[in-house]
């Protein structure tokens, strides 16, 4: 890994801190309240993904924390076998618990570091990967993250993303921080805002939209889409060929 990211925390930090904000994470109605407009952002990317792949049997919830995208997905679709993937085991506990009683499909959990995980190729119909990829590092790390999302991917499958986004221009890189920093404070405070900024320079390297929809289509995929944006946040995915 790049020396440049020395200083960003470990996948056991990362781990760490999850395990012990569980219940942040388990509100269908409002998702992470840290995240502009979360609630709209599972809805588009669970109606698109249906859309896109209305006859879906497998799919991955990548970073699955709670459970809250596959449980608006199933809303829609159900039963499908669902596998949920996260660092963090009591993440996985409460999601398993969730999905069960909700999907009438089979439930599996992978307790396991994406990038590390052995899972089938051309296997996944809908893959969800929400709030988690901008823990990626150096652009290895997500040319070869998205080229593994890309191989289990299965022929027509599809994948949807919701994430913290940077810019590539600086003063609107700027701008969108102010209003991210804004939004904080109007929905928890100077103190929420310090908290959130804090545990995002130690632990993330988010990249623009531009990138990962460039990165999208250099690894294989052919129709890629913007679903929503809001200053600091996206909703973006991508459809593989049959």
């Not at 020395?6 to 801190?17: G, P």
């Not at 929400?130 to 997500?142: F, G, I, N, P, T």
């Not at 027509?156 to 920093?181: A, P």
């Amino acid at each position: 890994m790049n020396n440049l990211y020395k200083d960003k925390a470990s996948i056991e930090d990362i781990r760490n801190r999850f395990d012990n904000d569980v219940e942040r994470f388990s509100n269908l109605e409002t998702g992470q309240t840290a995240t502009i407009d979360a609630p709209l952002a599972m809805e588009l990317i669970t109606n698109a993904a249906v859309a896109c792949t209305p006859n879906a049997k497998n799919i991955l919830d990548i970073g699955c924390g709670a459970g809250n995208n596959t449980l608006k997905l199933l809303q829609l679709i159900n039963p499908v076998n669902c596998d949920l993937l996260d660092l963090s085991k009591h993440m996985l506990d409460r999601a398993f618990q969730r999905v069960s009683e909700s999907n009438k499909g089979e439930v599996r959990i992978i307790h396991e570091d994406f990038r590390k995980a052995k899972l089938d190729n051309e296997h996944y119909d809908i893959i969800l990967a929400a709030a988690v990829l901008h823990h990626l590092r150096d652009d290895s790390d997500w040319e070869n993250s998205f080229k593994k999302i890309y191989d289990i991917t299965a022929p027509g499958g599809s994948v949807w993303i919701t994430d913290l986004v940077i810019h590539e221009n600086e003063k609107v890189q700027d701008m969108m921080w102010n209003r991210y920093g804004d939004y904080l404070i109007k929905n928890g405070g100077e103190g929420k805002k310090n908290k959130v900024f804090e545990y995002i320079a130690k632990e993330d390297t988010p990249r623009p939209v531009s990138y990962q929809l460039d990165l999208l289509r250099k690894v294989g995929f052919k129709s890629v889409d913007i679903l929503h944006k809001n200053s600091c946040f996206a909703a973006f995915g991508a459809v593989k060929a049959q």
